[in-house]
């Protein structure tokens, strides 16, 4: 299998999840930062004009939430089962749901909007909690699919943003607490070159 290419800035944003998949699992893969040429040499290539985009050999895999399904139908990280299918979608959507306006908050309304932004959390956090702790499985469903990359990396940004916002909801500390100390993604996380990559592109987190 020909190695993964990821198309994306050099900062976490929407291409950290993917990564996180590709460590987790260990897959190759290389980064291609399109920062230097964006406008001039990348974007017009881009399926949407925009990144991140995952090349799999010639195909090209774009939409984060999209690259994440597809990765996980084609290395057994996305249930058969129906219900728990469902399960990893509803909390995919649930973390798109403050991916949106932590993303528009960040770049257009950092110093305005944070407040609001994080009184906004414990209510989100409480649904979260409730149906974790019903499932009561280690991940999502029952064995790691793509959408635990993609909540823990929503709550890393969100801790980063507002440390302990995470601490009076056990089992979703218990669960962010657990994927941070997966050997590989731990790992990764200690080298400098996670270190040292921002957040997000306008250096505000
Ligand atoms: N729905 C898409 C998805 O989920 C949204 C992708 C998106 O917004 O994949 N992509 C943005 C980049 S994410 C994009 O392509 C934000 C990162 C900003 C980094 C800024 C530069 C940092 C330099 C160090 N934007 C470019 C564009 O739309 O032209």
Known sequence: MSKYQLFYFPVRGRGQAI???????????????????????????????????????????????AIMRYLGRKHDMYPTDPVEALKVDMILDHSEDIRG????????NYEAGKDDFIKSLPEKFQYLENLLKNWGTDFISSKISFADYSLFDLLDDLVILAPGCIDDFPTVKAYYDRIASRPALQKFRESEEFKNMPVNGNGKQ
């Open 19 to 65: 990564r996180y998949l590709f460590v987790d699992n260990g897959l190759d893969y290389e980064e291609i930062d399109v920062g230097g040429n964006w406008a001039t040499e990348y974007k017009s290539k881009m399926p949407f004009g925009q990144v991140p985009v995952v090349k799999d050999g010639d195909l090209d895999v774009a939409q984060s939430n």
């Open 101 to 108: 306006p932590y993303v528009r908050m960040i770049y257009p």
